[in-house]
């Protein structure tokens, strides 16, 4: 591998396995293109410590899990799209923190909860979080906090 590379995009490479927690350490990283794969397992929190990542497409993929609260910490993020796997639980709101993020989509997974409505998400169509049987819709806010069953 070289050192000055900045870039990986494997998508559509018939690859299979899990995301590994040493993904973290490629600090350089800008881009983490796995699309179109099967990769199973869950996102290792520790892609949260790529803080030069611009893209992260993990679309159409077998992955479970959460999506961890410290992708919050990618603040050179810009597009974030993990549509088309098998992911559950709530949006994070970390992620709301990231005032680089102009795409985000997580249609067509399990999430539960409301969709964040501050920050980068007051631009993101509603329809990037489609298809999650289980989420409430917009957040509500200035409200009372009220339980999802999330």
Known sequence: MQKNRHSR???NS???GSLVPELGHLEHLQYL???KNSIQGTIPAELGNLKSLISLD???????GTIPKELG????LVFLRLNDNRLTGPVPRELTKIS???VIDVS????????PT??????????NFDNNPRMEGPELQGLATYDTNC
């Open 73 to 76: 910490k990618m603040k050179s």
């Open 33 to 35: 293109e796995l699309y």
């Open 14 to 16: 018939n690859l299979s």
């Open 58 to 64: 993990l679309y159409n993929n077998n992955i479970t």
């Open 100 to 102: 680089s993020l102009k």
């Open 9 to 11: 995009d494997l998508g």
């Open 118 to 127: 501050s920050g980068p998400f007051e631009h993101i169509p509603l329809s």
């Open 108 to 115: 067509n997974n399990d999430l539960c909860g409301t969709i």
